[in-house]
């Protein structure tokens, strides 16, 4: 099955910078790539995804690449913001996303220091 | 506040034990997925249900069971429970179909004592 690893752990950036957070998976077959927030005590909210046809997309402050070849795609946070902080987890899937479930990685804990 | 909904929010039990949870997903999402998210497992896809059919499974126990309804909304029943159970139960929902985004419910915390 797939497994998707994810780098790092933990992140802590000044506020204002930037933050990147790298996700790789191992199913060439996966062609869903969707990102979620978690803050403490809450659900995971879909803050951005990504198809296997694009390389590239932006949401405000938010990006997100995909490289196929190297099986590996990546979220971007621009001008981060005390807000920003939490907890970030990738995930892939094979079937689009909808018709079946979503594999996950571990998470990135972000902190936005002030 | 996604659409979906899930009951109770909290909820205690001893080892050995049965319980179901409830999800009830956004208005016109065909599809329930549940996922279980703990410390050492973290989220893990359990099983997907598409207008009242199984679709997908993954790595569910056989102690865990679901059911879709005719009204869409889904249980969650977890049977003989053990401590390692203990755990936020997620429900998220969506289309069902290929590209459609899954957006999760509140949860469920189950304690396992």
């Known amino acids: 099955g797939e497994n998707v690893e994810q780098h790092p752990s933990t992140l802590s950036v000044q506020e204002g910078d930037s933050a990147v957070i790298k996700c790789t998976y191992s199913d060439s077959a996966s062609n869903y790539f969707p990102w979620y927030k978690q803050e403490l005590g809450k659900r995971p909210q879909l803050i951005i995804d990504?198809?296997?046809?694009?390389g590239e997309k932006k949401d405000q402050r938010i990006a997100v690449t995909l490289n196929k070849t190297a099986k590996h795609f990546s979220l971007h946070i621009t001008e981060t913001q005390p807000e920003d902080s939490a907890v970030y987890f990738c995930?892939?899937?094979?079937?689009?996303?909808?018709?079946?479930?979503?594999?996950f990685g571990k998470g990135t804990h972000l902190i936005i220091q002030p | 506040d996604s659409g979906v909904t899930q009951t109770p929010k909290h909820l205690i039990t001893a080892t050995g034990q049965r319980v179901t949870l409830r999800c009830s997903p956004r208005?016109?999402?065909?599809?329930v997925y549940w996922y279980q998210q703990s410390l050492d497992q973290g989220l893990q896809f359990l099983i997907q249900?598409?207008?009242?059919?199984?679709?997908a499974k993954g790595n569910i126990l056989e102690r865990f069971s679901a059911q879709q309804f005719p009204d869409l909304h889904s249980e969650l029943n977890l049977s003989s429970l053990e401590l390692g159970d203990s755990a936020l139960y997620f429900c998220a929902s969506g289309g069902g179909n290929a590209y459609n985004e899954q957006f999760f419910g509140p949860g469920t915390r189950l304690t396992v004592l």
């Open positions: 249900y598409y207008n009242g059919e199984e679709r």
């Open positions: 995930a892939a899937s094979r079937s689009g996303g909808g018709a079946d479930g979503l594999t």
């Open positions: 990504i198809r296997s046809n694009v």
């Open positions: 208005s016109g999402d065909l599809s």
